[in-house]
């Protein structure tokens, strides 16, 4: 059945929620696990931790949805809701932001990832090595760098919206992403494409939707927003 509401677009899909059909929000956490997945793995945390931070995200997105007022896109709402769950868990605070932008002129500007037509990238087991290789230089990375380089070359985020996200400058996204490529390319010797790195198996997705859903469905309160 769920399968027939895929093609909704997301204002189609958030306002039917709205309305009661609750199921739909699977749709939704179908469509940003992978995403949600790669933030809280750059960020630093272990797999089974990111689990606990997505569900909690997805579930605080639910119940405040009725909050959501389209000014952004949900995707953006809820990456705000996910980097506070990373930021609370960490411990961290926003007086640690970088205060000081620096002469972008002299920095490398050639992209990370490039396509690969090389037929050796098809094989499984050095895309098994890429993306070990891949993640253990990105979680060395200093956090505010990984999170840039997470939003902007993994997950697609505009400069804007990145800056909007992380409360930083443009100037100081631009700055922290071209270091992160530095800092990735002296550990790094070969380009590989995104889609490699923290990879998030259909098996996990269906283990977040099934205990998202479980959970909402446990709270038949909130299940009509228009009462």
């Known amino acids: 059945m769920i399968k027939h509401f895929e093609a909704l677009s997301e204002k189609e899909l958030i306002n ?18 992978p995403f949600l997945y790669k933030i809280g793995r750059s960020y630093g945390y272990e797999h089974h931790d990111v689990e606990d931070l997505m569900q909690e995200s997805f579930i605080a997105a639910y119940i405040n949805l009725e909050k959501f007022e389209a000014r952004s896109t949900f995707k953006t709402w809820i990456t705000r809701i996910m980097l506070n769950g990373c930021y609370r868990k960490s411990q961290k605070h926003s007086s640690q932001l970088e205060k000081t932008v620096e002469n972008l002129e002299n920095m490398v500007q050639t992209p ?6 090389s037929n050796d990238l098809n094989n499984k087991l050095m895309k098994k090595e890429v993306r070990e290789v891949v993640e253990t230089a990105l979680l060395k990375l200093p956090v505010d760098y990984r999170l840039v380089f ?8 505009n400069t804007a919206e990145t800056a909007a996200l992380l409360n930083i400058t443009e100037s100081n996204v631009k700055v922290r992403l071209n270091r992160a490529k530095v800092m990735l390319r002296n550990k790094i010797e070969k380009m590989y494409s995104r ?30 927003f228009s009462d």
């Open 112 to 117: 990370v990832f490039q396509s690969e037509s």
């Open 150 to 157: 997470s939003l902007r070359e993994m997950n697609d985020m």
């Open 195 to 224: 889609e490699d790195i923290f990879e998030f198996n259909l098996v996990y997705c269906d283990k977040i939707v099934n205990n998202v859903m479980g959970k909402i469905n446990s709270l038949p309160e909130l299940k009509q």
């Open 16 to 33: 039917r929620i709205k309305q009661g059909e609750t199921e739909l929000f699977e749709i939704i956490i179908r469509r940003l696990n």
